[in-house]
């Protein structure tokens, strides 16, 4: 028996949907045959009879259907409720309905450019909500645009803290004399973090406090979710006040109990009281200090002694409605000018102003930048790709596509017949992509890393509409093409085509291989950008640090008695040093007041024969064992040892940076510098360390010995432990040795060394991350292009590739042939991509360390890892090629090209 | 009836032939009947058109018999008279008759 060809079957299939009818036609076709059959007047070719029956069919019941719905002839009433649907729903189900089964049918390729379409959406929507979250989403605060930063000079990394924070005099000479700023309020820049610890309520715990002045939250627009604010007058110059619970802090050790508001708190031994909670919505370390943490929020008091502590605060100002900054700017500098009237000092001022959203994330701008062209090429690859897809797949369907065109089918409706088919695809991979990029985004809210609003990132109505956007856009770009190309096929010439076993596609062969080798060239960038990046990283990884990070653990001491004997202070941390320094696994234990990328405290310091020479070294004051512990090396003279005490003459080590601005060209040993009234004899020198980020190199430093300054003026005491082991076991065994030593030391919290490290470079890594994932996903896909576009024109090739294998062509002079094939357009796209890159490169010179933007061995090795891939790619096809079986080639015929 | 259009030909004679085939009315012994009976070749797809046109009209009543291996499986799809299409032969084949009357002579002597 002799059924009817599946794609007749398809057509008449569409021509006449009432499938009962559709039975009887197609059962009344096969008895025609049997009866014609047993008159022995059966057609030669039972498949060309099918074919033409069915077209015939098909074209008759369209055209009734058409005439029908122009309205057609004589009464039928009953036909024109039906027909009185609108006809572009109607069609759009239709097409609709038409594309998902023949998705369905080539459901590997469907369910290959759904996966490809929805890894791109995702990475764009996620790197979207990424930029959202940085650069366009308001600052989570009230009219955040009228917010400034105000800072002593420019605010850049690295700078000393002291050298942009401001007085507290100019701070009430912006608050009451500004006419454009509104208000103008301060946070404290030099809280530590566990400089405060909680007592009395189970494990002891050491927090982070934020201080502010009173006007700092209201001028941000923050209100408490529990209780209230504290007020100027509330607030203490010392001991016991007021003080707010950031909701962190709140739900993780009270459990979110709203009873603590009006409780006392042990903090430091005082009793603070808890007047209010902040809500989750207001994340300070977010905005302002990416990376750290803050606990509770407590009064800055403005008064005489404040003022006189010198550069303090780091302001925040807010515009009235309509100022412009650089005249508010202007004014604050006139302001600073005036001539100081007040009792004590007054440092200068050169006031700066920075919109808030700019001094958050002004340093990631680049990157995210970065990141978003970087995403917007793997979408032009998606595109391009799924374009390829569907091109391959309509060579295979031009003949249906022909036939549809001859019965009547508007050029206009087959575009949007493929239009839909497209759409669809896209619906479904946005779909797939929108999960990714909640996958995408939530896990980079949690990642730990020292970029600014990074858990703000989430997806949200901007970045849904985004992405639907993008879906549409999508659609256009990558259905269009193949719409436009087949809807023009013309039904002789395609038929004619395949049934002499012709290439059906060759017209659009030159259509793919350039998608192809502009996916190959989008991908070079992509690779050039992530390995440029990458090599950086690694220069960054490989930097010589003048210290030894792993293996270190810290973990953070005070004697916060004050008024203890001297005697007493000394003999508290010399013991808690051996105890730790006894401990099994431990092999070198010290003090220190500054943990590396902690904190940048600078002292002046002068010649005494010559206070002209000064310096402002970044300084350490540390015991003896400092340099074992933390692997400096000692360049020169002695390290600090147990005879330096308090009675002892006063000693330092300095490094070399510090030893060239002093005495530049001479020997410091034994030299004298002055650092507030005391002097200090220079006993050795070192090799400088680049303590505050790897990126940055060593400036000036210098290390006073702890037991001269009676363990006194140490700005965040840790003891640090060096030890073989790992990290967990070093820490548990510093706990457990100082434990019953001071029951009140908080032990919970220690400090991996390497992890303070490893924080400082994750801005670098995060970007790293991300670039390195699209560069891998582009080169996936231009594998997957080349590949795609090989294999099918060793298909459409097999009858040329039968000949030459019929002709004694070699195996391997097949393989070499469809191979040079693939590397010609790899290579092409290598050329433009590389040659792209290479011109490109100066957007990224600004996120390079230790690279250039034109990095040879980043660009060869890009350009090997192409070519072993695009090889990889055409080899399958290639050794396809070469199984070619010459008889079964030249006798396939038409099958051949389909 | 003064607005309903008489049927045509086609529609006629296929309406004729499905009275006279009975139960066993479909389109191939349809199409038979009016080639054996009138030598009326009609092609198998202006067959279907007016037969499920006359359905839409309400005339015929399309239903599925049993499948066949000979018809590899499928089910002939069986035509019978409606009482609106029995009306309309009867009011078609009136109004040809009332036509005719009396008439067949002329064309007949020449």
Redesign the interface.
């Known amino acids: 028996?002799n059924?009817p060809p599946r794609l007749a079957s398809f057509l008449l299939r569409l021509a006449v949907p009432d499938r009962?009818?559709r039975?009887?036609?197609?059962?009344?076709l096969?008895?025609?045959l049997?009866c014609l059959g047993e008159s022995g007047a059966s057609p030669r070719n039972p498949h060309l009879w099918y074919w033409r029956?069915i077209l015939?069919?098909s074209?008759?019941?369209t055209l009734?259907r058409a005439r029908l719905r122009r309205g057609g002839i004589?009464?039928?009433r009953?036909?024109h409720k039906k027909n009185r649907r609108p006809p572009t729903l109607e069609t759009l189900r239709q097409d609709l309905a038409h594309s998902l089964r023949s998705l369905r049918r080539d459901a590997g390729l469907a369910v290959l450019a759904v996966a490809i379409v929805g890894l791109g959406i995702g990475a764009c929507s996620t790197v979207f909500s990424v930029a959202n979250a940085l650069l366009i989403r308001p600052l989570p605060f009230e009219n955040p645009g009228e917010l400034v930063l105000i800072s002593n000079g420019d605010w850049k990394r690295g700078q000393a803290l002291s050298e942009i924070s401001v007085q507290v005099s100019h701070l009430w000479a912006l608050q009451n004399d500004s006419r454009l700023l509104s208000d103008a309020a301060g946070f404290f820049l030099f809280d530590g973090v566990g400089d405060h610890t909680l007592t009395g309520r189970g494990e002891p715990e050491r927090l982070a406090r934020l201080s502010v002045t009173a006007n700092f939250l209201p001028l941000l627009g923050v209100r408490p979710q529990v209780g209230r604010l504290f007020t100027e007058g509330e607030i203490p110059f010392t001991g016991p006040g007021p003080i707010l619970l950031t909701h962190g802090f709140w739900i993780r050790r009270f459990g979110g109990d709203p009873g603590i508001v009006g409780q006392a708190l042990t903090i430091n031994g005082d009793p603070m009281t808890v007047v209010g909670v902040l809500p989750a919505s207001f994340d300070f370390p977010t905005v302002f200090a990416p990376g750290t943490r803050v606990d509770f929020i407590a009064g800055f008091p403005l008064s005489q002694e404040t003022d006189q502590q010198g550069n303090t605060l780091a302001l925040v100002g807010r515009l009235r409605p309509g100022a412009d900054i650089r005249a508010a700017q202007a004014e604050a500098a006139l302001l600073a000018e005036r001539p100081y009237t007040g009792d004590g000092y007054r440092n200068s001022f050169d006031p700066r102003f920075t919109p808030l959203r700019d001094h958050v994330s002004g340093a990631f701008r680049a990157a995210v930048l970065l990141l978003a062209g970087a995403v917007g090429l793997v979408m032009l690859i998606v595109c391009t790709n799924v374009s390829n897809l569907l091109l391959a797949r309509g060579a295979t369907r031009e003949k249906e596509i022909a036939i549809r065109a001859a019965l009547g089918a508007e050029r206009r409706r087959l575009i949007r017949q493929m239009l839909t088919e497209s759409l669809v695809l896209a619906v479904a991979g946005s779909s797939l992509g929108l999960l990714l990029a909640l996958t995408g985004t939530r896990g980079l809210a949690r990642m730990d890393a020292s970029v600014p609003l990074l858990t703000e990132v989430r997806l949200d109505g901007a970045a849904v509409g985004f992405t639907v956007a993008l879906t549409f856009l999508a659609t256009l770009v990558f259905g269009l093409m193949p719409a436009l190309r087949l809807s023009g096929v013309e039904l002789r010439e395609s038929l004619g085509e395949s049934s002499r076993g012709h290439s059906t596609g060759r017209r659009g062969g030159w259509v793919r291989g350039a998608l192809v080798v502009s996916q190959v060239a989008l991908c070079c960038v992509l690779l050039v950008g992530a390995g440029l990046l990458g090599h950086s990283f690694l220069r960054v990884l490989d930097v010589d640090l003048g210290f030894r990070p792993d293996g270190v653990v810290a973990l953070r001491l005070d004697h916060s008695d004050y008024s203890a004997h001297p005697e007493t202070v000394v003999a508290y941390y010399e013991e808690m040093l051996r105890r730790v320094e006894s401990t099994p696994g431990v092999e070198a234990a010290a003090v220190t007041d500054v943990l590396p990328t902690a904190f940048n405290r600078r002292w002046g310091v002068s010649l005494p024969e010559d206070p002209e020479t000064r310096a402002v070294p970044f300084v350490r004051v540390v015991s003896e064992g400092y340099l074992d512990v933390m692997g400096l090396s000692l360049v020169a003279g002695r390290n600090i040892d147990p005879r330096d005490d308090g009675s002892s003459r006063r000693v330092v080590l300095i490094n070399e940076a510090l030893a060239r601005a002093l005495w530049p060209g001479q020997d410091p040993l034994g030299r004298k510098l002055s650092r507030s009234r005391n002097e200090y004899e220079v006993v050795g020198v070192v090799r400088g360390t680049r303590y505050l980020h790897p990126e940055q190199a060593p400036g000036p430093e210098i290390f006073f010995a702890a037991r001269q300054q009676s363990y006194r003026n140490l700005s965040m005491p840790h003891v640090l432990a060096r030890g073989p082991g790992s990290p967990t076991q070093l820490a548990a065994a510093v706990r457990e040795a100082l434990r019953p030593f001071d029951p009140d030391l908080p032990v919970q919290q220690v400090v991996v060394i390497q992890d303070l490290l490893n924080r400082s470079l994750s801005p670098r890594r995060f970007l790293l991350l991300l670039l390195t994932g699209f560069a891998g996903f582009a080169i996936f896909l231009a594998a997957l292009g080349l590949y795609g576009v090989i294999s099918f024109s060793v298909r459409l090739r097999t009858r040329e590739i039968g000949i030459r294998s019929a002709l004694g062509a070699s195996p391997s002079d097949l393989r070499r042939r469809v191979l040079s094939d693939t590397l010609a357009l790899a290579g092409a796209g290598m050329a433009l991509g590389l040659v792209a890159a290479w011109m490109l490169g100066r957007v990224l010179q600004g996120l390079l360390f230790g690279v250039a933007s034109t990095d040879p061995v980043t660009f060869l090795g890009v350009a090997a890892l192409v070519g072993t891939v695009a090889a990889l790619a055409g080899f399958l096809p290639a050794s396809r090629a070469t199984r070619v079986d010459p008889v079964q080639a030249l006798s396939a015929g038409g099958g051949a090209g389909v | 009836m003064e607005n309903t259009s008489h049927l045509g030909e086609l529609e006629h004679m296929v309406l004729l032939a499905v009275l006279r085939l009975g139960d066993g009315a479909y389109s191939r012994s349809i199409r038979e009947e009016l080639e054996s009976r009138v030598g009326r070749r009609v092609s198998r797809s202006v067959a279907y058109v007016t037969l499920e046109r006359m359905a839409d009209k309400g005339y015929l009543t399309p239903s599925m018999g049993e499948p066949s291996p000979r018809r590899g499986g499928k089910a002939k799809r069986f035509y019978a008279l409606t009482p609106a299409g029995r009306e309309a032969l009867l009011e078609s084949g009136r109004a040809l008759r009332q036509l005719w009357a009396g008439h067949e002579h002329l064309l007949e002597d020449a």
């Open positions: 028996m059924a009962d009818l039975a009887g036609i197609l059962g009344d096969e008895e025609d049997a029956s015939g069919l074209a008759r019941f009734e004589g009464t039928r009953l036909d």
